[in-house]
């Protein structure tokens, strides 16, 4: 039985392998069929009573943020699943997400197998597996914050285009579909999904919420609630979409001093954090026998504890140096 084992982990393998290459060469293939297909399923992600603005009795902002019930199917009861589909949604808003999750479990038991396969040990395979299925998250979560920065520094651009469009007597439908087609990308696609939505029966006031829902930003809930509010109450909206571009602009100017103040406090912290792994790669090359004895036994688990203090350490100096504006 033991000797089975072995086979039956290359072989399951070898399989995961395939799949991936499978679902990655589906999803990349034929991305105008996904898009179509999409549209025609009558529940446009992001869309539709997803997401609720307006603000609290304290005057706080009210933001509720959910994905569609048939997206996330029985995996919405799930903790954490909601949160992971809405970071995936941010990132890449025509990917799947079962798709994603199958990617996710599938580097899992790569990762695990081939590890145990190595090293014969059930606890660095069971560490693998866990690695194998937070890289993909990680990566994720780093596409959504460039994407994230990038579409909050062209909105005052996007703001003001949209005013200058209110201002020349065009219609709101009318500038979401220029803005598409003039702004740059990202926040162009942006614009293009939303204009498409309401092309095809959708809801005005649904596609801006559920535009709002990928675009997860303050800013851009306040030009999402200044337009519900003027398509119920009237008003010149032109003048408070560049009321809010200006106001958007000296935030990230404050932003900016407030980074360049706190840079001392940051790069600080990186050099906390890499001096000690920079003096042990010194002892141990200046004297391997010495440095050594942390790389045997209970010198590891040592090396384990160093290691996660300080990346504690320099999570708290993140957290003091960060000021919200």
């Given at each position: 039985m033991d000797g089975m084992i072995f086979p039956i982990l290359i072989a399951a393998s070898v399989g995961l392998v395939v799949f991936l290459a499978v679902q990655i060469g589906a999803a990349l293939a034929d991305p105008e069929k996904r898009k179509l297909k999409q549209r025609l399923s009558g529940e446009l992600r992001g869309g539709g009573g997803g997401q609720a603005l307006g603000y609290g009795a304290d005057g706080t902002e009210v933001k509720s943020i959910t994905i569609h019930q048939q997206e996330l199917g029985f995996l919405a009861r799930v903790p954490y699943m909601p949160a992971l589909a809405?970071?995936?949604?941010?990132?890449?808003?025509?990917?799947?997400?079962?798709?994603?999750?199958?990617?996710?479990?599938?580097?899992?038991?790569?990762?695990?197998?081939?590890?145990?396969?190595?090293?014969?040990?059930?606890?660095?395979?069971?560490?693998?597996?866990?690695i194998g299925f937070y890289a993909p998250v990680l990566f994720v979560d780093n596409r959504?914050?460039?994407?994230?920065?990038?579409?909050?520094?062209q909105l005052p651009e996007a703001l003001d285009f949209l005013s200058r469009i209110l201002?020349?007597?065009?219609?709101?439908?009318?500038?979401?579909?220029?803005m598409s087609e003039e702004l740059p990308q990202p926040m162009a696609a942006e614009f293009r999904r939303a204009y498409d939505q309401h092309s095809l029966g959708q809801?005005?006031?649904?596609?801006?919420?559920?535009?709002?829902?990928?675009?997860?930003?303050?800013?851009?809930?306040?030009?999402?609630?200044?337009v519900l509010i003027q398509?119920?109450?009237?008003?010149?909206?032109?003048?408070?979409?560049?009321?809010?571009?200006?106001?958007?602009?000296?935030?990230?100017?404050?932003?900016?001093h407030v980074k360049a103040k706190t840079a001392e406090g940051r790069f600080t912290g990186y050099i906390l954090t890499g001096f000690p792994a920079v003096m042990f790669g010194i002892s141990y090359m200046l004297n391997p026998d010495y440095a050594g004895v942390l790389l045997h036994g209970k010198g590891i688990l040592l090396l384990c504890v160093a290691f996660g203090l300080c990346m504690m350490g320099l999570y708290c100096i993140k957290k003091i140096t960060t000021v919200r504006v």
């Amino acid at each position: 039985m033991d000797g089975m084992i072995f086979p039956i982990l290359i072989a399951a393998s070898v399989g995961l392998v395939v799949f991936l290459a499978v679902q990655i060469g589906a999803a990349l293939a034929d991305p105008e069929k996904r898009k179509l297909k999409q549209r025609l399923s009558g529940e446009l992600r992001g869309g539709g009573g997803g997401q609720a603005l307006g603000y609290g009795a304290d005057g706080t902002e009210v933001k509720s943020i959910t994905i569609h019930q048939q997206e996330l199917g029985f995996l919405a009861r799930v903790p954490y699943m909601p949160a992971l589909a809405r970071k995936l949604l941010q990132a890449y808003p025509d990917f799947s997400f079962h798709k994603f999750l199958a990617i996710c479990l599938g580097l899992s038991l790569l990762a695990g197998s081939i590890t145990f396969l190595v090293t014969t040990q059930p606890a660095m395979g069971v560490i693998a597996a866990a690695i194998g299925f937070y890289a993909p998250v990680l990566f994720v979560d780093n596409r959504r914050a460039r994407r994230q920065k990038l579409l909050s520094e062209q909105l005052p651009e996007a703001l003001d285009f949209l005013s200058r469009i209110l201002r020349a007597g065009h219609s709101l439908s009318t500038g979401l579909q220029m803005m598409s087609e003039e702004l740059p990308q990202p926040m162009a696609a942006e614009f293009r999904r939303a204009y498409d939505q309401h092309s095809l029966g959708q809801n005005m006031d649904d596609c801006l919420k559920g535009m709002s829902t990928r675009v997860e930003s303050t800013d851009f809930a306040f030009f999402v609630t200044a337009v519900l509010i003027q398509r119920q109450t009237g008003g010149d909206l032109s003048e408070v979409l560049s009321n809010i571009s200006e106001m958007i602009r000296q935030r990230m100017r404050l932003q900016s001093h407030v980074k360049a103040k706190t840079a001392e406090g940051r790069f600080t912290g990186y050099i906390l954090t890499g001096f000690p792994a920079v003096m042990f790669g010194i002892s141990y090359m200046l004297n391997p026998d010495y440095a050594g004895v942390l790389l045997h036994g209970k010198g590891i688990l040592l090396l384990c504890v160093a290691f996660g203090l300080c990346m504690m350490g320099l999570y708290c100096i993140k957290k003091i140096t960060t000021v919200r504006v």
